[in-house]
């Protein structure tokens, strides 16, 4: 099946968005991928060249993160973000699609939903994020000094990307210079990245909470690493209570990066829960070795 993709920018909400769009024909399902905290489209790399056989596929670089606008005046609430997400897919003429969140994805999905069920005709979460609280007012305050994006640009230097990396994969030895260079390209280019980081910390908002959750009749697959170092797998579990028309499945020798570590893997589950979801999904809890 020929496909074509074009990128570039899109002015939404008075921020830029940098997506990546492959397109078969208008007559394909449409999946967008958002990607984690910290992160861009560069993760949905290895699992993109499976999508595009049989869908429609967008990924976009959520704000601040990847190649997207770093303005410190957007608000960079998750609930804000997947306004701008649906905005910006109402300028693409693209009113009914599956959604899929990776890791804090999986949140802005969730929100999404929440605002706009009529638009989503399916979820698929990998490893998404759930039930943080929004950063203490002291944190905030903190947020607000001159110098608070120096702490934060040092806080990462500090930490750094082979620490970082080592502990979202189950297998160290999937890091390679690509995967390095991917993940820390957009941190070294501007500072801009971390001033917007800080007002992030101040516009995030509550996770959806378990009666939030309730209402969401959309079906959700929810994908999880065993090894899940960073959004464990107790996470997917409460989701898979709390969401009225989910599955969970959790795959084994994985982490928390599973567009990554099991892309191939991914992409059958994905196709498989497609053909299969409908208003009578009926959830289970599978474990694939």
């Known amino acids: 099946m020929e496909h074509h993709t074009?990128?570039?920018?899109?002015?939404?909400?008075?921020?830029?968005?940098?997506?990546?769009?492959?397109?078969?024909?208008?007559?394909?399902?449409?999946?967008?991928?958002?990607?984690?905290?910290?992160?861009?489209?560069?993760?949905?790399?290895?699992?993109?060249?499976?999508?595009i056989k049989e869908f429609n596929v967008i990924s976009l670089d959520l704000p601040p993160f990847g190649q997207s606008g770093k303005?410190?005046?957007?608000?960079?609430?998750?609930r804000n973000i997947a306004k701008s997400v649906v905005h910006f897919l109402a300028k693409k003429n693209i009113n009914k699609f599956t959604i899929i969140?990776?890791?804090?994805?999986?949140?802005?999905?969730?929100?999404?939903?929440?605002?706009?069920?009529?638009?989503?005709?399916?979820?698929i979460l990998l490893a998404g994020s759930g039930y943080q609280p929004s950063y203490s007012e002291k944190m905030k305050l903190v947020s607000y000094l001159p110098?608070?994006?120096?702490?934060?640009?040092?806080?990462?230097?500090r930490s750094g990307i082979e620490k970082n990396l080592k502990n979202v994969v189950h297998d160290p030895n999937l890091i390679d210079d690509e995967m390095r260079q991917g993940y820390l390209g957009p941190f070294i280019k501007k500072h801009d990245i971390f001033r917007a980081l800080g007002r992030m910390l101040r516009d995030k908002e509550v996770d959806?909470?378990?009666?939030?959750?309730?209402?969401?009749?959309?079906?959700?697959?929810?994908?999880?690493?065993?090894?899940?170092?960073?959004?464990?797998?107790?996470?997917?579990q409460r989701l898979n209570d709390d969401l009225p028309n989910s599955?969970?499945?959790?795959?084994?020798?994985?982490?928390?990066?599973?567009?990554e570590?099991?892309?191939?893997?991914?992409?059958?589950?994905?196709?498989?829960?497609?053909?299969?979801?409908?208003?009578?999904?009926?959830?289970?809890?599978?474990?694939l070795d």
């Open 71 to 78: 303005d410190y005046r957007y608000t960079y609430s998750f």
């Open 208 to 236: 959806l909470l378990k009666e939030d959750l309730n209402q969401i009749l959309t079906p959700c697959l929810l994908l999880w690493g065993r090894h899940d170092r960073v959004v464990p797998l107790e996470i997917g």
């Open 101 to 123: 969140g990776h890791s804090m994805g999986g949140q802005v999905s969730l929100q999404l939903i929440k605002s706009h069920p009529d638009l989503v005709e399916h979820a």
């Open 6 to 51: 074009i990128q570039g920018r899109e002015r939404v909400d008075n921020i830029d968005i940098y997506f990546e769009y492959s397109q078969i024909d208008d007559s394909f399902p449409t999946l967008v991928l958002l990607h984690g905290f910290l992160s861009s489209s560069f993760s949905f790399r290895k699992l993109v060249p499976h999508l």
């Open 261 to 287: 570590e099991r892309p191939a893997e991914i992409y059958q589950l994905i196709k498989g829960f497609l053909e299969t979801a409908s208003p009578a999904y009926k959830r289970k809890e599978l474990t």
């Open 147 to 157: 110098f608070f994006s120096f702490g934060i640009k040092g806080y990462l230097q």
């Open 247 to 259: 599955e969970l499945i959790v795959l084994e020798d994985s982490g928390h990066l599973l567009p």
